[in-house]
């Protein structure tokens, strides 16, 4: 948010409130009071605009939040800039497995048989994000792990994991 003062604002004892993150303005017209108010209206605002940020920031990840069941699914989710939650065993080896076989397929589908290049900050392979407490708002509702089978390799599922990518 940033506040202008300008000659107008001071003859009325006012000032002008621009937000930044979607472009309004707002003036603040203090009156007889003159800017004694003003702390107050912004702290009121700012509360206003992290909670319309946080609105959007849970928007825009709940639209790319994917429950995946099976391994066919994920690195097309993946590709399309998804996170995945999916039930997983939880074994140190398979994770890595699911990053080179993330990370090949997604090389595959580019049409690029050879290696990343070493130079590359980020890779195309899958990685861990967390371990998500479930249920949990926000979250897809999920049925509980106990029965259903590791996305991957087909042993008893032990978690729910969120997988993504780094961009």
Same mark, same amino acid.
């Given at each position: 948010?940033?506040?202008?003062?300008?000659?107008?604002?001071?003859?009325?004892?006012?000032?002008?409130?621009?937000?930044?993150?979607?472009?309004?303005?707002?003036?603040?017209?203090?009156?007889?009071?003159?800017?004694?108010?003003?702390?107050?209206?912004?702290?009121?605002?700012?509360?206003?605009?992290?909670?319309?940020?946080?609105?959007?920031?849970?928007?825009?990840?709940?639209?790319?939040?994917?429950?995946?069941?099976?391994?066919?699914?994920?690195?097309?989710?993946?590709?399309?800039?998804?996170?995945? $939650?999916?039930?997983?065993? %939880? !074994? #140190?080896? *398979?994770? &890595?497995?699911?990053?080179?076989?993330?990370?090949?397929?997604? $090389?595959?589908?580019?049409? %690029? !048989? #050879?290696? *990343?290049? &070493?130079?590359?900050?980020?890779?195309?392979?899958?990685?861990? $994000?967390?371990?998500?407490?479930?249920?949990?708002?926000?979250?897809?509702?999920?049925?509980?792990?106990?029965?259903?089978?590791?996305?991957?390799?087909?042993?008893?599922?032990?978690?729910?994991?969120?997988?993504?990518?780094?961009?």
């Amino acid at each position: 948010m940033a506040t202008q003062v300008g000659r107008t604002e001071v003859k009325e004892k006012g000032a002008r409130l621009v937000i930044r993150y979607n472009g309004s303005k707002e003036n603040y017209e203090g009156g007889g009071d003159g800017v004694s108010g003003l702390g107050l209206f912004v702290k009121q605002r700012l509360v206003e605009i992290q909670d319309a940020m946080l609105a959007k920031a849970t928007r825009d990840r709940n639209s790319k939040l994917k429950v995946v069941m099976e391994w066919k699914d994920f690195v097309p989710a993946l590709n399309d800039k998804c996170l995945c $939650l999916t039930p997983f065993c %939880d !074994e #140190e080896a *398979e994770e &890595e497995k699911v990053k080179e076989a993330s990370r090949n397929e997604a $090389l595959q589908a580019q049409g %690029d !048989e #050879e290696d *990343e290049d &070493e130079r590359t900050a980020t890779s195309i392979a899958a990685k861990t $994000l967390c371990k998500p407490s479930l249920p949990q708002a926000g979250l897809p509702d999920v049925a509980p792990i106990e029965g259903l089978k590791c996305f991957f390799s087909g042993k008893p599922a032990t978690a729910w994991v969120l997988w993504g990518r780094s961009y």
